[in-house]
């Protein structure tokens, strides 16, 4: 991948042109009592109930096909790391009263005036990740959030944690903004490889059992093409960036993406009103590998839209993507989130999340286990399958149902793996809106392959995502079975 900043310096764009910290006013009456309207997602005065549209964030390239360059928006600059000592620390007159305010932006952006009780707003961005490009309002109130939540729990109590069970409760869910990048991306794609297409399927006689044949035909394969990517959002606080610790279950939050960011509004401190908020504290340098990563996947995807005759699948040797232009943007999602602290023997403990999408619903969880009672009646599943099965006294024409044997297992990591939802995941790959256009191609007929014993292309990795497995493959590895592993797989697919 080409490093498009190579002896040049990003463009910096100032997204907060025009705005003033102080006091943000009622266009109607003057009154500074502002905050946002969930149900219409406009700005509303407390005082005269007036509500006003908010202002699109500035300072975009609207047309990603002709992005060139690293283009930053203001509020994405490098985090200085000084800041928290002097610059984090602002003071105010205000201008109704002509008393001093200090707002602590590393706590919050917004504070009343002791004296006259109008609010005042920092606005402008600094350089301590506080203030970001741009923000995307709640739409989802706190009573759907909790009625969501509550369906997603209920679910999974049988099997749950007794102490969970007993103190769960929505009433303490919060609404916050969490820091993401936003990222647009223009680039060039090149894949080279082969595919393979299905030409026959039958059985034949081998012993006792009827073995599965495949015949098909092989192809070089290659495209090529420019691909835009629109709003890649990747998190930027280190600590919700790792979704590999035992301790929090940081991949549900990143599994309730994506979000409509084409809707985000420029930044207005009154959209924290109520709400709390984490200050970003990654810079652009830290997330670029993995927003290569990324859009490396996304370009693979995009590919296979135009590689459905290849129905046995495709493996590329070579992937090649060049970045002609990308577009940073720091933003303030909005979540309503559920937390329990799970204490485990010897002091250990857990973080569990069940956390809402503000703006889609889009609901994802780790519910604790009472793992002593799944394993009691996975056990006894287990022995009643065993039963079945020899009692049956099945002969060599129905040995397929030998499999009920793992009954039990099946049904222990089924349960396990869809109360913790360890593999839920943001499906970046999918999920995120790109087009392609100027698409050559290549296809040229090799030979064809008889006998084949394997239902999919050996090396086939067309459906790759970097660093991840699917559900199935985990599943295959752990049973040994990859009917056992992708069929698991689907039951939990199927309930979430």
């Known amino acids: 991948m080409s490093d498009i900043n190579a002896g040049n310096e990003p463009i910096i764009v100032k997204t907060d ?3 003033k910290d102080g006091q943000n006013k009622c266009p109607k009456c003057g009154a500074t009592d502002i905050s946002l309207s969930a149900k219409t997602g406009k700005l509303r005065c407390e005082f005269c109930r007036h509500e006003f549209e908010p202002q699109k964030v500035a300072g975009s390239e609207t047309n990603i096909s002709e992005l060139e360059g690293h283009v930053i928006g203001s509020g994405a600059q490098n985090i200085v790391a000084d800041t928290d000592k002097e610059e984090s620390i602002l003071t105010f007159k205000c201008s109704s009263c002509a008393a001093d305010v200090i707002i602590n932006t590393n706590e919050a ?21 506080a203030v970001p490009d741009m923000i995307l309002p709640f739409s989802i109130n706190k009573d759907t959030a909790q009625n969501e939540i509550q369906r997603f729990v209920g679910k999974r109590k049988f099997f749950a944690n007794p102490t969970f069970t007993q103190e769960f409760t929505t009433d303490n869910i919060m609404g916050v903004y969490l820091p993401y990048m936003v990222v647009d991306i223009n680039a060039h ?3 080279t490889g082969q595919g393979e297409k299905l030409i026959r399927r039958y059985t034949r006689k081998k012993g006792d059992n ?6 098909a035909d092989l ?57 709390t908020s984490e200050k970003r504290d990654t810079n652009v340098d830290q997330l670029q590998s993995l927003v290569d990563t990324q859009a490396k996947d996304i370009a693979r995807h995009k590919a296979n839209e135009d590689l459905k005759e290849y129905d ?25 989130l559920y937390s329990y602290q799970q204490v485990k023997s010897g002091g250990k403990s857990i973080l569990h999340y069940v956390a809402v999408n503000a703006r889609t619903k889009e609901t994802m969880g780790s519910v604790p ?31 397929d149902l030998w499999p009920l044997i793992f009954s039990g297992f099946v049904f222990f990591i089924v349960t396990a793996i869809r109360y913790r939802n360890g593999n839920a995941r943001h499906k970046h790959e999918l999920e995120t809106k790109s087009t392609i256009s100027n698409l050559q191609r290549y296809d040229k007929f090799v030979v064809r392959r008889n006998g084949l014993r394997n239902a999919t292309m050996k090396g086939a990795n067309n459906a790759r995502v970097s660093g991840h497995q699917s559900g199935a493959e985990v599943l295959n590895t752990l049973t040994g079975n990859s009917q056992i592993g992708t069929f698991i797989s689907k039951q939990i697919d199927k309930d979430n």
Not at 115 to 128: A, K
Not at 210 to 215: F, G, I
Not at 235 to 258: F, G, H, Q, R, Y
Not at 312 to 334: C, F, M, T
């Open 109 to 129: 952006t917004h504070a009343r005036c002791h004296w006259c009780r109008n609010t005042l707003s920092v606005n402008q961005q600094i350089p301590n990740g």
């Open 17 to 19: 042109e025009g705005a």
């Open 219 to 275: 192809y070089d394969v290659s495209r090529d093409f420019d691909i835009a990517v629109h709003g890649l959002t990747v998190e930027s606080s280190a600590d919700k960036l790792n979704n590999s610790s035992s301790a929090i279950t940081n991949n549900v939050i990143n599994s309730i993406m994506p979000f409509d960011i084409e809707n985000s509004v420029k930044w207005d401190a009154n959209y924290l009103k109520g709400y």
């Open 312 to 336: 046995r699948g495709v493996a590329w040797s070579s992937e090649n993507l060049d970045i002609k232009g990308q577009q940073w943007k720091a933003a303030y999602l909005p979540v309503w």
């Open 369 to 399: 286990l009472n793992v002593a009672k799944l394993l009691a009646v996975s056990a006894i599943l287990e022995v009643i399958s065993i039963l079945v099965v020899i009692m049956a006294a099945i002969d060599a024409g129905e040995a």
């Open 189 to 191: 794609t090149k894949l």
């Open 210 to 215: 009827n073995v599965t044949y495949y015949d």
